[in-house]
């Protein structure tokens, strides 16, 4: 049996959402056991919290650091590596599509099971325990979940799960009471950020949305949005955007400044309805339960689109711009029944 089980998981944020049905599969399958999680410090919110992660290790990608700093970032990295070597893992899994770096990664653990796919016909002497990677189109919970199968844990994964700091959640609600908006009252989320240009939907777009909404509809809107400036070169966000539509509606929506990842995850927690971009904010409403209405680009849905919980993809073609305005409000519409 094994006893100690790391996972890891260098993608972004929806990809790390998607690991943790497979995270309770091991849970429930090894009660005792002591698992572990190596993640980015970009993505780690998403699994603060978590009950099923006894342990959690945090590294920084160098792109995300200032050039003067990256050598610094490289020390920090081998420390934390180092320290999961004296752990002695039993089982190391490295989640995700092949990567040459994401395969090092799982062999510089140390662990004496190394899991993780390869593309076919490849051979790798750093999974001990590889799995070609499947030749049907799976969703990423389904694929990472397929990697258990070396652990002897079988089935198909459950709900993603996400578990918001009850800090963050009260600082949300005391936002929400300053700003008028009323307990009970519906409250529809925007976030207007994805990472991929073709995923975006234009700031127009949503500004007619929230016109729409807000005339016809006794509810508020949380207007979220990736923080930043869009000039920042290494976390670009749109904090310009949320400035204009902000100030391009009236009344003016929610606009809550998330400055980290755990006050969007307890945002988002509050929330009647969804409506987003593919992207992480997606994942992490598929994992707190809400009804979401999500607007497409290029991004494959049978791979991506939200798991367990009820949703509308709305896409018209590979760009996100294509989706029409009114196409979202009418599946709003049809989520408040």
């Known amino acids: 049996m094994s006893k100690k089980i790391l996972f890891i998981r260098r993608d972004n944020i929806g990809d790390l959402v998607c690991t943790t049905p497979a995270i309770h599969a091991v849970r429930?399958?090894?009660p005792d056991a002591k698992i572990g999680i190596l993640v980015n410090t970009y993505n780690v919110d998403a699994i603060r919290n978590n009950p099923d992660?006894?342990?959690?290790?945090?590294?920084?990608k160098a792109k995300h650091a200032p050039e003067k700093n990256k050598i610094s970032v490289w020390l920090n990295n081998?420390?934390?590596l180092h320290k999961i070597r004296k752990e002695k893992y039993d089982a190391a899994i490295g989640c995700?599509?092949?990567s040459p770096r994401l395969a090092r990664y799982t062999f510089?653990?140390?662990a004496k099971k190394r899991i993780g796919y390869l593309k076919k016909g490849m051979k790798s002497k750093f999974y001990n325990m590889p799995l070609y990677e499947p030749e049907e189109i799976l969703h990423?919970?389904?694929k990472t979940f397929n990697l258990l199968s070396c652990l002897g844990i079988n089935g198909a994964p459950q709900q993603l799960r996400i578990f918001p700091s009850e800090d963050e959640v009260k600082k949300v609600r005391d936002f929400l009471n300053a700003s008028g908006h009323s307990k009970g009252k519906t409250l529809i989320a925007f976030h207007i950020s994805s990472r991929r240009p073709e995923n975006r939907w234009p700031v127009e777009k949503f500004i007619e949305l929230g016109k729409l909404v807000l005339n016809r509809h006794n509810a508020g809107v949380l207007l979220l949005w990736s923080p930043g400036s869009e000039k920042n070169i290494y976390h670009p966000g749109d904090d310009e955007k949320a400035e204009f539509i902000k100030n391009s509606l009236s009344p003016e929506p929610l606009a809550y400044k998330t400055t980290k990842l755990g006050e969007l995850i307890s945002a988002l927690s509050l929330s009647s309805i969804v409506v987003c971009c593919d992207g992480g904010a997606m994942h992490i409403a598929a994992a707190l339960q809400k009804p979401i209405v999500t607007i497409w680009g290029s991004t494959n849905?049978?791979?991506w689109a939200p798991w367990g919980t009820r949703h509308v993809i709305l896409t018209d073609g590979k760009d996100a711009s294509n989706v029409s305005v009114n196409d979202v409000f009418a599946a709003i519409n049809a989520m408040l029944g």
């Open 28 to 30: 429930n399958h090894y």
């Open 53 to 60: 992660i006894n342990e959690i290790y945090t590294y920084e």
């Open 78 to 80: 081998l420390k934390v």
């Open 96 to 98: 995700g599509s092949y």
């Open 108 to 110: 510089i653990t140390g």
């Open 140 to 142: 990423e919970a389904e």
């Open 301 to 303: 849905p049978k791979s």
